[in-house]
């Protein structure tokens, strides 16, 4: 209610999840509510969500993700490869970053793009994501 309209300000992007909100503001500040736990992160330069997750694109170019862990909500498996990232998409339940080195990384739900091994030698000099 009136706590989280009172951080709604200058507000850059919005983002939806099945059961959440996550705004970002102009100053970097990422404020969420919604059935998920609520966050409060800073230096976001973008916001992505899953069904039933969300994921930040930190300024310094590494990802925080909650919500759901089946989907994509954790990160742990691949967070030390989330590094120097340009973009993040996200699919129904599962996430994919795009690198520096135009290599992409996925996590999620292993059955629905949330695993990306078997594709990773087709997976270079990748421009852009799109889901």
């Known amino acids: 209610g009136g706590q989280v309209q009172s951080q709604l300000k200058s507000i850059c992007q919005i983002c939806a999840c099945a059961d959440a909100f996550a705004a970002l503001d102009r100053r970097g500040s990422v404020v969420s509510w919604g059935a998920l736990p609520s966050i409060s992160l800073h230096d976001v330069q973008r916001l992505s969500a899953s069904s039933l997750a969300f994921a930040a694109l930190k300024k310094?170019?590494?990802?925080?993700?909650?919500?759901?862990?089946?989907?994509g909500g954790d990160?742990?498996?691949?967070?030390?490869?989330?590094?120097?990232?340009?973009?993040i998409c996200g699919s129904s339940w599962a996430f994919a970053a795009l690198l520096g080195e135009r290599t992409v990384i996925s996590w999620g739900d292993p059955e629905h793009g949330g695993n990306s091994s078997q594709v990773q030698e087709r997976l270079k000099d990748v421009v852009e994501l799109f889901a």
């Open 75 to 87: 990160i742990s498996k691949v967070q030390s490869e989330l590094v120097n990232v340009q973009q």
């Open 60 to 71: 310094d170019g590494t990802v925080t993700a909650w919500g759901d862990r089946s989907k």
